[in-house]
């Protein structure tokens, strides 16, 4: 009998994998689109978490807000800040009026070669030199704040800190608002391929909101440690939003402030 159980469950889990990874978005390239006409062009580059299918959309949530401006979203699934730099020429072409970076996530993630990454994010915005441009911090690895991940994300953050004071561009604070948010302790970091699996599961066949999935994996702004909810979307959408209705761009710096993120 247990044998029969064990079949069928190892049955079930390779149809629900392999219906996942049918609907698993993959790495687009994005085409760029034709320039409209009195509309101001705000280019958003980066991962996962500005492409918004596996991770809630801040991309759609901030057009919403502006609709007298055109959003391209250049995010791809999985990417690093080497990808984006191999690519960054494309978006330069277009010629935007306002360029938007989140990139690091998957740098960060994977090793501490914060060399590497600093070299790649510089030389991002050194090619966007004569573009508008915002670049927003690393947010948190899983919602535990004292984890070594996100002690090393403190870190990486800084050298991002420290970039957008020598391009004179905006600092948007993602990962100290985010931090913020979180009022309880969250669980350590960990990178679980079955979570995001069964995260974007519940989104694509489920048809389940990101809030609703982080609240069933038992997370605030996540949904799999890595990805952000619907919530996590609005705190970005907000943030870009205080930077496109600046006066004077880019942002006073006073909106970069990061003297009280999380040690």
Known sequence: MRAIVAVIATV??????????????????????????GKSLVICAGDSLTEGTISGNYVVEVQ???PECQF????INGDTSAGLLKRIDECVACNPNKALILIGTNDVRKSDDLASYSRNLDSIIGRLRNTHVAIL????LGEDLDGDINRRVVRWNTAVREIAARYMVTYLPLFET?????????????????L???AHFRRSLLHQSFDEIAAINGFTIQT???????????????LVASWLTCDSIPCPQSLTSMENAHP
Not at 72 to 75: P, Q, R, V
Not at 137 to 140: L, N
Not at 227 to 234: E, N, V
Request: positive net charge; charged residues 25%.
């Open 178 to 194: 985010i931090a913020a948010e979180l009022t309880r302790p969250g669980k350590p970091f960990k990178l679980r391929m079955g």
């Open 72 to 75: 391209f979203n250049a995010g």
């Open 12 to 37: 079930s889990a390779c149809l629900m994998i392999w219906t996942v990874l049918r609907h698993w978005p993959g790495r687009r390239r994005p085409r760029f689109p034709a320039r409209i006409e």
């Open 196 to 198: 995001m699996i069964a």
């Open 224 to 238: 799999d440690q890595i990805h952000l909810s619907d919530r996590g979307a609005k705190i970005i959408a907000t």
């Open 64 to 66: 919403a807000r502006f």
């Open 137 to 140: 911090s690393i947010p948190p």
